[in-house]
């Protein structure tokens, strides 16, 4: 029903249509009174460009420090990355010598192993 009984006041603050218009009416009326001051225009125009460029400046030197602030996270965590990428890279040069001092000590008894068996083949 549109318009519907109601007993209490506790009624219309728990109803958000109400809430809404109650909302526009003062954000109406706080416009209304800024443009209806007892100001000249030339005054109110001046006042309004101000506030507007005051507050132009301070979005742009926040979007600045945001972005300074930004900006070095991301070389902090490139940073990082190359360090890790460092030691992972020296991790596996270390691991390859290992291998290859191994294989050539495997290469090595292997060679004195044939040459120990021709040797004894030689004796034969």
């Given at each position: 029903?549109?318009?519907e009984?109601r007993?209490?006041?506790?009624?219309?603050?728990?109803d958000?249509?109400f809430?809404t218009g109650?909302?526009?009416?003062?954000?109406?009326g706080?416009?209304?009174g800024?443009?209806?001051?007892?100001?000249?225009g030339k005054?109110l125009?001046?006042?309004?460009?101000k506030?507007v460029?005051?507050?132009?400046?301070?979005a742009?030197h926040?979007w600045?420090k945001?972005k300074?602030?930004a900006?070095?996270?991301?070389?902090?965590?490139?940073?990082g990355?190359?360090s890790?990428?460092g030691?992972?890279?020296d991790?596996?040069?270390n691991?390859?010598?290992k291998a290859?001092?191994?294989?050539n000590h495997?290469?090595d008894k292997?060679k004195?192993g044939?040459?120990?068996?021709?040797?004894?083949v030689k004796f034969?």
């Amino acid at each position: 029903m549109l318009f519907e009984q109601r007993k209490d006041v506790q009624d219309y603050v728990t109803d958000t249509t109400f809430l809404t218009g109650l909302l526009t009416g003062v954000v109406s009326g706080l416009a209304i009174g800024l443009l209806l001051a007892p100001r000249s225009g030339k005054k109110l125009r001046k006042q309004i460009a101000k506030k507007v460029h005051d507050e132009t400046k301070e979005a742009k030197h926040q979007w600045h420090k945001a972005k300074e602030r930004a900006e070095d996270k991301f070389d902090a965590f490139e940073n990082g990355v190359a360090s890790v990428a460092g030691k992972a890279e020296d991790e596996f040069s270390n691991y390859a010598h290992k291998a290859q001092h191994g294989a050539n000590h495997l290469a090595d008894k292997a060679k004195a192993g044939i040459d120990s068996i021709k040797d004894t083949v030689k004796f034969s």
